[in-house]
């Protein structure tokens, strides 16, 4: 199965309105990153045991871990969890910015490092979404 055909279905078996709203959001996220490399992670590791929530990953960055290895990732991703959708922007150094510049602006949503987390897109503002994807893209741009 492609990658394309591994995100409509993990869409499709949410249920709605958490279906229609993540549909939207894929495709807010394709509009703000248009020519991004899309990924799909089950949530298993290499021995077939979950280890996350299956989540859509956009873009490209390569992570460097201490010991000195490098990875490459995805900048931006989205996951379905018990009460809604979590967005994470990953390669922000600062755990404490997306809450500080971004937070009071964005509406109903827990902000936690790198991930916002919100019950439904009715809940949250768009712009200040789309604005916090921007930034974080930035970073790992970079």
Not at 5 to 25: C, G, H, N, T, V
Not at 34 to 51: A, E, N, Y
Not at 72 to 96: C, H, M, P, W
Request: proline share 3%.
């Amino acid at each position: 199965m492609s990658i394309d055909e591994q995100i409509k279905a993990y869409f499709a078996a949410q249920p709605e309105p958490k279906r229609s709203d993540m549909e939207e959001l894929h495709r807010i996220i394709l509009e703000v990153m248009p020519k991004c490399r899309l990924w799909f992670l089950d949530g298993k590791d290499d021995s077939g045991k979950t280890v996350s929530n299956p989540n859509v990953g956009y873009g490209t960055q390569t992570i460097k871990y201490a010991n000195g290895n490098t990875r490459e990732f995805y900048q931006v991703g989205i996951s379905a969890n018990t009460i809604g959708i979590s967005v994470y922007i990953l390669g922000i150094e600062d755990r404490k910015y997306l809450a500080q510049a971004y937070g009071k602006d964005l509406g109903k949503a827990k902000i936690t490092g790198y991930c916002i987390k919100f019950k439904a897109l009715s809940d949250i503002r768009i712009e200040t979404l789309k604005a916090a994807i921007r930034y974080g893209v930035d970073q790992t741009a970079i």
